[in-house]
Nanobody, 127 residues
């Protein structure tokens, strides 16, 4: 079982950077996969980025590739999302999600593959 707690959200201006953190409690073995999803007002939750802890390789949505970087630190059991060149369209509540399975690439963007979720952290980007 995993518990996830996000932090780092806030209000920034367009073009600014911001880093989100997700502390993962529980058994984070090499088979763990964690991800970031976001949900803007009136929109469905969408995939942002994911990482497999054993391989430490990131997988990104097209909308953020090249601007966002997902990483993990095994020593502190923390996943990060470094967000650069933020846009007003990035405004959303960002959720951390996890599973104790090593997901294959084709499933890493599917919210249904993750059975543990954090409470979310608000990111607001002003123009």
């Amino acid at each position: 079982q995993l518990q996830l707690v996000e932090s780092g959200g806030g209000l920034v201006q367009a073009g600014d950077p911001l880093r989100l953190s997700c502390v993962v409690s529980g058994r984070t073995a090499s088979g763990t996969t964690t991800a970031w999803f976001r949900q803007a007002p009136g929109k469905e939750r969408e995939f942002v980025a994911a990482i497999r802890w054993g391989l430490n390789n990131g997988y990104y949505a097209d909308s953020v590739r090249g601007r966002f970087t997902v990483s993990r630190d095994k020593a502190s059991n923390t996943m990060y999302l470094q967000m650069n060149s933020l846009k007003p369209d990035d405004t959303a509540v960002y959720f951390c999600a996890g599973t104790s399975r090593n997901l294959i690439l084709s499933t890493m963007g599917l919210s249904g593959e993750y059975n543990y979720w954090g409470q979310g952290t608000q990111v607001t980007v002003s123009s």
